[in-house]
């Protein structure tokens, strides 16, 4: 430091700035902070009213030093918040302003004195304090730039979620006494662990907007920043439900860090008005609550993607994690360049996640004009598809005027990203749907080769399987998506279902009313426990868990059919036929399809009927169903009829030899209109599955 620079004292606002000694004063108290932070303030105060680009800051500040930018945007973050706290903005425009690709600039007013002339002003212990940090700093430059157990300066959290508004931070979160030790990082846990090591949850953002709808724009945009960072091979991401589960919740980042086993959260508010945007984002550190790293991006609509792009390398630089080549590109690989046709998908993924028929009819409307915005938008297609191979479930339509759209967006948006593991996985699971196994699991392994840690890859592969009667490979593939979504109940209701399948009732059980406990109205754990309790004799309960299920469908036909198939064999024969007569008025209206049909029958030991109504659906098309013809409830009760082994066959699964009742009629040789899948089954008569 020149001694020309020394021998300055520059006052603004209520503050006082030492150069010499490096330190800050308000009203004569002193500020604690780094003395990095300070060199940072004392270079733009030097040259106030001027732009400063961000590199020639950072030669400035850390002249001898080689670091990454993140260092500079947590100095300033530090810097705003002690400084917005208790001054006041200069117009419309604060004392420390980011110019978008330009720099920053100090707005405030500002008087230079010579220090000489503030005699009294530091006193003896201040000076050896300074003089002792300041060395400190020098010998640690590498510790200092980690920021590990920087104190965390926005509120954390309310019940609602909020953060503070103003800015503010709550008392006593700037550290007193040895708080600088701990900013150096000598007492931090990060300071020791090797980069590979780090994992992060990124929690739905705070919709701060006046307007509630934005919400799913906050969705959206921590969905986009999580995918981005799953393809970082030396991080850990949790998947999607497993962080949104904590949204509008007054949790802590420790515990949130213990429950999804991360190190890190990322956390945000959104503040939107038009095509204004204000993002702030927190990287912390789950293990003390301290930030790690953290900013403010004030953009317009049509910046987003570029700031998506500094929001991830700017946590990728706060995890000290580097990226080269390929890996770089696609972390930051963009869907689309058009803002109209991204802002039309984040809100058909809002939709689409809230899962009823009217919200995914919404849904699939949007992923629609976002391609018309964007044809080349592979992920509005997937979206798309996804819509279209989920629907039924909600309207008990059938399959086949689904499947034909399905096909061409599941096609589409892999001609369009060969490279997109969503983009593979859909397509299998549309192959899957439609009973062509091959292609199916073609897709779908190369949906992992391209993702390993994409969970919904792994779900379908578990379900291809588990059609398949390949119970112990459908187990392996389910537990694996569970273990990158922890806290989904959809994968742990089908982890009971494997237990279930290779005949382990008891875990099944455990699993399903665990679900419960947690996640009440979750349908598809009421509707398997309804069978499971039929099984061990407990009617009633059985009843009254698949009527749960049915009231939280709003009367879907494939809950529906479960309550009737449940009610004939609990011996309610007049109970079972009523919900045959509900189903013709849905099929009548196109809201049941044959398979519904099916299992009723299948109760009432009707198995002509049955099997007559398995065949409709697949001679018409309706396959979407089919996919679970070898549950249990058609798999005990039908395996001795030919036609039904016939129907095995035509599907594309291979008969089982020691089917429940085999008789010795060979069926005819109807020709096999689907690819044979390989044939190493399980022959447990307990298969039971629903579409996720």
């Not at 100090?106 to 008087?111: I, T």
């Not at 503010?168 to 701990?182: E, G, S, V």
């Not at 409709?616 to 001795?640: K, P």
Request: glycine fraction near 6%.
């Amino acid at each position: 430091m020149s001694k020309t620079r020394a021998d300055k004292i520059y006052e603004f606002e209520d503050f006082r700035l030492d150069a010499a000694h490096l330190l800050l004063y308000r009203k004569g108290r002193e500020i604690t902070l780094a003395p990095k932070v300070v060199e940072t303030l004392l270079a733009l105060v030097e040259r106030h009213g001027e732009v400063l680009s961000k590199d020639e800051l950072m030669r400035v500040v850390w002249a001898d030093s080689i670091v990454e930018e993140g260092n500079l945007s947590q100095n300033l973050y530090l810097l705003r918040k002690v400084l917005n706290r208790t001054a006041t903005d200069v117009g419309d425009k604060p004392l420390i302003e980011t110019l978008y690709r330009r720099g920053y600039r100090f707005n405030g007013d500002v008087s230079c004195i010579e220090s000489g002339t503030a005699k009294g002003f530091l006193s003896e212990s201040d000076k050896n304090q300074t003089s002792a940090l300041k060395t400190s700093t020098n010998n640690h430059h590498s510790s200092v730039e980690r920021r590990d157990n920087v104190p965390a300066l926005t509120e954390r959290r309310t019940n609602g979620q909020k953060f503070s508004e103003n800015g503010d931070y709550p008392p006593q979160t700037f550290a007193p006494a040895n708080a600088y030790q701990a900013y150096n990082g000598k007492s931090s846990a990060r300071a020791s662990s090797h980069p590979n090591d780090w994992s992060i949850a990124v929690l739905p953002f705070v919709n701060m907007s006046s307007e509630a709808e934005n919400e799913y724009f906050c969705d959206g945009l921590a969905e986009e920043l999580l995918n981005a960072l799953a393809k970082i091979d030396d991080l850990k991401v949790a998947a999607r439900t497993s962080a949104f589960s904590f949204k509008n919740k007054n949790v802590e980042a420790g515990e949130i860090g213990k429950t999804l086993n991360v190190k890190t959260v990322l956390e945000g508010s959104v503040r939107r008005s038009g095509n204004r945007l204000r993002i702030t984002v927190q990287l912390i550190n789950a293990a003390d609550g301290y930030h790690l790293w953290s900013e403010r991006y004030d953009r317009e609509m049509r910046d987003i993607f570029d700031m998506q792009d500094e929001i991830t390398l700017a946590v990728v630089g706060a995890l000290k994690l580097k990226l080269f080549g390929e890996e770089k590109a696609a972390v930051l690989k963009r869907g689309t360049d058009s803002p109209e046709a991204y802002e039309l998908y984040l809100r058909g993924l809002f939709y689409f996640y809230k899962r009823t028929a009217e919200d995914i009819r919404k849904a699939i409307e949007l992923f629609r004009q976002a391609i018309e915005k964007d044809p080349n938008y592979a992920l509005a297609y997937v979206g798309l598809t996804d819509c279209y191979l989920i629907i039924t479930v909600y309207t008990g339509n059938g399959a086949r005027e689904m499947l034909l759209p399905a096909k061409a967006a599941a096609t589409r948006a892999a001609e369009i990203d060969n490279s997109s593991a969503e983009a593979h996985a859909t397509l299998g699971h549309f192959y899957f749907r439609s009973l062509e196994w091959q292609a199916a699991e073609r897709e779908i392994k190369r949906a992992i080769e391209l993702n390993p840690n994409y969970a919904a890859a792994h779900f379908w592969y578990s379900e291809y399987f588990r059609a398949l009667r390949r119970f112990d490979e459908a187990l392996r593939e389910i537990k694996r998506a569970q273990e990158l979504d922890l806290l989904s109940p959809s994968f742990r209701v089908f982890v009971g279902l494997a237990y279930w399948n290779l005949g382990n009732l008891d875990a099944a059980v455990n699993e399903w009313q665990q679900i419960i406990e947690t996640t009440p109205n979750f349908l598809l754990a009421h509707s398997f426990l309804a069978e499971a309790y039929l099984r061990r004799g407990r009617g009633e309960e059985a009843i009254a868990e698949a009527r749960k299920a049915v009231d939280l469908s709003g009367r879907g036909s494939l809950f529906l059919c479960n309550l009737g198939y449940v009610y004939a064999l609990a011996g309610k024969r007049a109970e079972a036929l009523a919900v045959i007569e509900e189903l013709k008025e849905k099929h009548h209206a196109g809201e049941a399809v044959g398979f519904h049909f099916a299992q009723v029958y299948t109760g009432l030991k009707d198995n002509n009927q049955a099997v007559s109504w398995l065949e409709r659906d697949f001679e018409a098309g309706d396959t979407m169903l089919l996919t679970n013809v070898t549950n249990s409830y058609f798999y005990e009760h039908l395996g001795g009829d030919s036609r039904y082994q016939n129907l095995l066959r035509r599907i594309g699964i291979p008969a089982d030899e020691n089917a429940p009742g085999k008789t010795t009629n060979e069926p005819s040789q109807a020709q096999t209109t689907k690819p044979q899948p390989s044939s190493k089954q399980h022959n447990n008569k307990n298969c039971i599955s629903l579409i996720l």
